[in-house]
Protein backbone atom coordinates (compact mmCIF):
# COMPACT_ATOMS: atom_id res chain seq x y z
CA UNK A 1 0.00 0.00 0.00
CA UNK A 2 1.51 3.35 -0.80
CA UNK A 3 0.46 7.09 0.44
CA UNK A 4 -1.64 7.87 -2.66
CA UNK A 5 -4.88 9.61 -1.93
CA UNK A 6 -4.27 9.70 1.82
CA UNK A 7 -4.62 13.63 2.85
CA UNK A 8 -1.30 14.34 4.53
CA UNK A 9 -1.15 17.86 6.15
CA UNK A 10 2.21 19.12 7.78
CA UNK A 11 2.23 21.63 10.75
CA UNK A 12 5.27 23.88 12.35
CA UNK A 13 4.51 24.29 15.70
CA UNK A 14 6.82 27.40 16.79
CA UNK A 15 6.61 30.15 20.03
CA UNK A 16 7.91 33.29 19.76
CA UNK A 17 9.44 33.02 23.41
CA UNK A 18 11.70 30.86 23.17
CA UNK A 19 14.68 31.04 26.20
CA UNK A 20 17.33 28.87 25.31
CA UNK A 21 18.12 30.79 22.28
CA UNK A 22 16.12 33.88 22.38
CA UNK A 23 13.79 34.00 18.64
CA UNK A 24 15.72 31.11 17.69
CA UNK A 25 12.68 30.21 15.16
CA UNK A 26 13.84 33.10 13.40
CA UNK A 27 17.49 32.82 13.64
CA UNK A 28 19.42 32.70 10.37
CA UNK A 29 21.07 29.12 9.90
CA UNK A 30 22.92 28.82 6.90
CA UNK A 31 21.64 31.88 5.54
CA UNK A 32 18.11 31.65 5.95
CA UNK A 33 15.66 31.24 9.39
CA UNK A 34 15.78 28.00 11.43
CA UNK A 35 11.82 27.48 10.13
CA UNK A 36 12.90 27.82 6.94
CA UNK A 37 13.97 24.17 6.62
CA UNK A 38 11.55 22.61 8.13
CA UNK A 39 9.11 24.69 5.93
CA UNK A 40 11.01 24.06 2.91
CA UNK A 41 11.84 19.94 4.01
CA UNK A 42 7.92 19.97 4.28
CA UNK A 43 7.05 21.12 1.06
CA UNK A 44 9.34 18.98 -0.93
CA UNK A 45 7.86 15.84 0.80
CA UNK A 46 5.88 14.24 -2.08
CA UNK A 47 2.02 13.59 -0.42
CA UNK A 48 2.20 16.59 1.81
CA UNK A 49 -0.79 18.91 0.57
CA UNK A 50 0.43 22.24 2.64
CA UNK A 51 2.67 23.43 5.69
CA UNK A 52 1.23 25.06 8.14
CA UNK A 53 2.93 26.99 10.77
CA UNK A 54 1.13 27.42 14.50
CA UNK A 55 2.72 30.43 16.22
CA UNK A 56 2.28 33.25 18.83
CA UNK A 57 4.28 35.81 17.28
CA UNK A 58 3.19 37.65 14.45
CA UNK A 59 6.88 37.93 13.20
CA UNK A 60 7.22 34.32 13.34
CA UNK A 61 4.40 34.68 10.86
CA UNK A 62 5.87 36.40 8.20
CA UNK A 63 8.65 34.90 8.32
CA UNK A 64 6.88 31.70 7.90
CA UNK A 65 4.50 32.72 4.75
CA UNK A 66 7.52 34.25 3.13
CA UNK A 67 9.31 30.80 2.70
CA UNK A 68 5.64 29.51 1.51
CA UNK A 69 4.07 28.19 4.62
CA UNK A 70 0.31 28.77 5.73
CA UNK A 71 -0.34 31.08 8.95
CA UNK A 72 -4.23 30.64 8.85
CA UNK A 73 -4.75 31.52 12.80
CA UNK A 74 -2.21 33.22 15.34
CA UNK A 75 -2.18 30.35 18.63
CA UNK A 76 -3.45 31.94 21.70
CA UNK A 77 -1.24 32.41 24.17
CA UNK A 78 -2.45 29.71 26.79
CA UNK A 79 -1.00 27.23 24.61
CA UNK A 80 2.52 29.27 24.16
CA UNK A 81 3.85 29.53 27.36
CA UNK A 82 6.63 27.69 28.66
CA UNK A 83 4.97 25.20 30.51
CA UNK A 84 2.42 24.49 27.60
CA UNK A 85 2.09 20.76 26.85
CA UNK A 86 2.69 21.06 22.70
CA UNK A 87 0.23 18.11 22.60
CA UNK A 88 -2.68 20.76 23.62
CA UNK A 89 -1.25 22.96 20.44
CA UNK A 90 -1.46 19.72 18.35
CA UNK A 91 -5.02 18.68 19.52
CA UNK A 92 -5.55 22.61 18.91
CA UNK A 93 -4.30 22.20 15.02
CA UNK A 94 -5.73 19.14 14.26
CA UNK A 95 -9.29 20.29 15.38
CA UNK A 96 -8.83 24.07 13.64
CA UNK A 97 -8.00 22.02 10.28
CA UNK A 98 -10.78 19.64 10.38
CA UNK A 99 -13.47 22.86 10.95
CA UNK A 100 -11.80 25.20 8.61
CA UNK A 101 -11.07 21.95 5.23
CA UNK A 102 -12.59 18.81 6.47
CA UNK A 103 -11.03 15.68 7.17
CA UNK A 104 -7.86 14.20 7.04
CA UNK A 105 -5.80 11.26 7.46
CA UNK A 106 -2.01 11.68 8.57
CA UNK A 107 -0.86 14.59 11.06
CA UNK A 108 2.93 15.07 10.55
CA UNK A 109 4.52 17.93 12.88
CA UNK A 110 8.15 19.11 12.00
CA UNK A 111 9.95 20.97 14.43
CA UNK A 112 11.88 23.67 13.53
CA UNK A 113 14.45 22.97 15.38
CA UNK A 114 15.52 19.93 13.73
CA UNK A 115 17.26 21.54 10.40
CA UNK A 116 19.13 18.65 8.96
CA UNK A 117 15.96 16.14 8.07
CA UNK A 118 15.49 15.05 5.04
CA UNK A 119 12.62 14.37 2.86
CA UNK A 120 13.16 10.51 3.17
CA UNK A 121 13.02 10.89 6.61
CA UNK A 122 9.14 12.87 6.67
CA UNK A 123 8.12 10.51 3.58
CA UNK A 124 9.49 7.40 5.65
CA UNK A 125 7.47 8.29 8.93
CA UNK A 126 4.13 9.22 6.35
CA UNK A 127 4.57 5.74 4.81
CA UNK A 128 4.89 3.62 8.23
CA UNK A 129 0.96 5.46 8.55
CA UNK A 130 -0.28 4.26 5.60
CA UNK A 131 1.09 1.15 5.59
CA UNK A 132 0.49 -0.02 9.40
CA UNK A 133 -2.61 0.65 10.32
CA UNK A 134 -2.32 -0.90 14.03
CA UNK A 135 -0.04 2.19 14.22
CA UNK A 136 -1.62 5.26 15.99
CA UNK A 137 1.77 7.30 15.66
CA UNK A 138 5.65 7.33 14.70
CA UNK A 139 8.38 9.09 15.82
CA UNK A 140 11.84 8.98 14.37
CA UNK A 141 15.27 8.17 16.78
CA UNK A 142 18.77 7.39 16.30
CA UNK A 143 21.25 4.87 17.45
CA UNK A 144 22.02 6.14 21.44
CA UNK A 145 25.20 7.03 22.10
CA UNK A 146 25.47 5.50 25.70
CA UNK A 147 23.44 2.63 27.08
CA UNK A 148 21.29 3.29 30.15
CA UNK A 149 23.16 -0.83 30.90
CA UNK A 150 26.59 0.30 31.43
CA UNK A 151 26.77 4.26 31.22
CA UNK A 152 23.46 5.90 32.44
CA UNK A 153 22.93 6.43 36.05
CA UNK A 154 20.49 8.33 38.41
CA UNK A 155 21.45 9.59 41.61
CA UNK A 156 20.05 9.66 44.98
CA UNK A 157 19.34 12.42 47.49
CA UNK A 158 23.24 11.42 48.60
CA UNK A 159 24.58 11.35 44.93
CA UNK A 160 25.14 7.86 45.12
CA UNK A 161 25.13 6.77 41.64
CA UNK A 162 23.06 3.47 40.29
CA UNK A 163 23.08 2.22 36.94
CA UNK A 164 19.29 2.90 35.77
CA UNK A 165 19.20 -0.24 33.94
CA UNK A 166 21.13 -3.47 35.50
CA UNK A 167 22.81 -5.70 32.70
CA UNK A 168 20.16 -8.86 32.04
CA UNK A 169 21.50 -12.26 31.48
CA UNK A 170 24.81 -11.67 32.45
CA UNK A 171 25.68 -9.45 29.89
CA UNK A 172 29.45 -7.88 30.57
CA UNK A 173 29.94 -5.97 27.38
CA UNK A 174 28.44 -2.86 26.16
CA UNK A 175 27.93 -4.73 22.66
CA UNK A 176 26.02 -7.21 23.85
CA UNK A 177 22.88 -5.20 25.32
CA UNK A 178 20.00 -5.02 23.78
CA UNK A 179 20.32 -1.60 21.04
CA UNK A 180 18.97 1.84 22.90
CA UNK A 181 17.57 4.69 20.46
CA UNK A 182 17.51 8.23 21.16
CA UNK A 183 13.93 10.08 20.57
CA UNK A 184 14.67 12.91 17.77
CA UNK A 185 13.08 15.67 16.77
CA UNK A 186 12.74 15.16 13.07
CA UNK A 187 9.83 14.05 12.66
CA UNK A 188 6.36 12.53 13.81
CA UNK A 189 3.21 11.81 12.00
CA UNK A 190 -0.07 10.57 13.42
CA UNK A 191 -3.35 9.64 12.84
CA UNK A 192 -5.88 12.62 13.71
CA UNK A 193 -8.19 11.04 15.29
CA UNK A 194 -5.88 9.15 18.02
CA UNK A 195 -4.28 13.28 18.78
CA UNK A 196 -7.86 13.81 19.63
CA UNK A 197 -8.53 11.07 21.71
CA UNK A 198 -5.31 10.77 24.00
CA UNK A 199 -3.50 12.98 26.66
CA UNK A 200 -0.07 12.29 25.46
CA UNK A 201 1.87 10.29 22.40
CA UNK A 202 2.92 6.83 24.45
CA UNK A 203 -1.00 6.72 24.97
CA UNK A 204 -1.27 4.42 21.52
CA UNK A 205 0.59 2.19 19.39
CA UNK A 206 3.79 4.11 18.64
CA UNK A 207 6.05 2.61 15.42
CA UNK A 208 9.83 4.52 14.69
CA UNK A 209 11.72 4.91 12.11
CA UNK A 210 15.78 5.52 12.38
CA UNK A 211 17.61 7.83 10.91
CA UNK A 212 21.05 8.89 10.84
CA UNK A 213 22.85 10.62 13.75
CA UNK A 214 23.50 13.61 11.56
CA UNK A 215 20.39 14.40 10.44
CA UNK A 216 18.92 14.44 14.13
CA UNK A 217 20.70 17.60 15.76
CA UNK A 218 17.94 19.18 17.60
CA UNK A 219 18.52 22.90 18.50
CA UNK A 220 17.51 23.92 22.23
CA UNK A 221 20.25 25.96 23.34
CA UNK A 222 23.32 28.36 22.35
CA UNK A 223 25.78 25.18 22.59
CA UNK A 224 23.57 23.44 19.98
CA UNK A 225 22.86 26.43 17.72
CA UNK A 226 26.67 26.75 17.43
CA UNK A 227 27.32 22.93 17.00
CA UNK A 228 25.04 23.49 14.10
CA UNK A 229 26.85 25.91 12.62
CA UNK A 230 29.61 24.43 12.77
CA UNK A 231 27.58 21.16 10.77
CA UNK A 232 26.81 23.65 8.00
CA UNK A 233 30.56 25.12 7.55
CA UNK A 234 31.91 21.66 7.85
CA UNK A 235 29.95 20.16 5.25
CA UNK A 236 30.53 23.47 2.91
CA UNK A 237 33.75 22.44 2.76
Same mark, same amino acid.
Given at each position: ?6 ? %?????? #? +?????? *? =? ?5 ? $? ?27 ? %?????? #? +?????? *? =? ?5 ? $? ?114 FILESERLFSGRVSAVIVPVERAADIDTELDFRMAEAMVTMSQE
Amino acid at each position: MSNKGMR %TVAFIF #A +RGGSKG *V =PRKNIRL $LDGKPLIAHSIEVGLATPGIETVIVSTDD %TEIADV #A +RTFGAE *V =PFIRDAA $LSQDDSPEWLAWQHAVRWFQTARGEFDCFVSLPATSPFRAVEDVAACIDRIANDTETDIVITVTHASRSPYFNMVHLDERQSAELVLSPVNGIARRQDAPPVYDMTTVAYAARPQFILESERLFSGRVSAVIVPVERAADIDTELDFRMAEAMVTMSQE
